[in-house]
């Protein structure tokens, strides 16, 4: 069912002064899923056990090794191995508290609050079991009304999805991860893919650390 987005005001200003319930008088947010707060640690133990055996791989491989002097290609391996696992950790760190994508309650996406919800709101009545509401083809900015965030979703934002376990509405959405418990959306995507990156780039870092301490042991024993 769509709605009249407007009754009254020309503009999303005019309709929202119109409104007589505050953006802080809206019922609370959705509760997170008992996932967003338990999955982060997977993700979490994930990059910290790798991170750590990988550099410790380096490290043993260059610098461990008694006596021998660091060669070109170790300190390389020991600079490189530090910045990738430097990466992974800023990355996991935006993934989990960047709120990336995450569509926020504001003037211009609580107002015009839907007829039908703002009376269940003035009744004190809950909005479980009401669907969410298409703005009608012809919005210029509105996709659609989520009741669980009481708010519009974005038009032309890439897929706009409520997902279950962060309990928000975000937009350009891919899939919610399940080893960092959050999201991935357009907006954190570079993160996502840089700390797979990070992974492989760590395992090679740590093989060419290996190699050339290989190197310098074969040279050793001529
Ligand atoms: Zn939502
Ligand atoms: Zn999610």
């Known amino acids: 069912m769509a709605i009249s987005w407007c ?3 020309d503009t999303d200003e005019e309709c929202a002064v119109e409104s007589s319930i505050d953006i802080s ?4 947010l ?51 191995i530090w910045a ?19 569509v926020q309650r504001s003037e211009k996406t609580c107002y015009p609050i839907p007829s039908e919800v703002e009376s269940l709101i003035k009744q004190q009545r809950t909005l479980d079991g009401l669907k969410n509401i298409p703005a009608g083809q012809d919005h210029p900015m509105h996709d659609s009304y989520c009741v669980r965030c009481c708010l ?4 032309n934002a890439g897929k706009v999805h409520h997902c279950n376990v962060c309990q928000r509405c975000v937009t350009g959405f891919d899939h919610h991860c399940g080893v960092f418990g959050r999201c991935i959306v357009r907006a954190n995507m570079p993160c996502f893919l840089a700390n797979i990156g ?12 290996l190699m050339s301490s290989g190197a310098v ?5 001529m």
């Open 217 to 221: 042991v074969q040279e050793q024993g």
């Open 25 to 28: 008088d809206l019922p609370d």
């Open 30 to 80: 959705p509760r997170r899923g008992q996932a967003f707060w338990t999955e982060p640690f997977m993700g979490i133990c994930v990059v910290g056990v790798l991170s750590t055996i990988l550099i410790a791989l380096t490290y043993g491989a260059t610098a461990g090794a008694e006596a021998t002097p660091v060669t070109g290609l170790g300190q390389i391996a020991l600079t490189l």
């Open 84 to 102: 990738e696992a430097g990466v992974a950790v800023l990355s996991t760190l935006y993934l989990l508290f960047g709120n990336a994508g995450v």
């Open 152 to 155: 519009w979703r974005p038009r």
């Open 7 to 9: 009754d009254g005001g």
């Open 198 to 209: 990070m992974m492989f780039a760590g395992m090679v870092t740590a093989m060419m650390a």
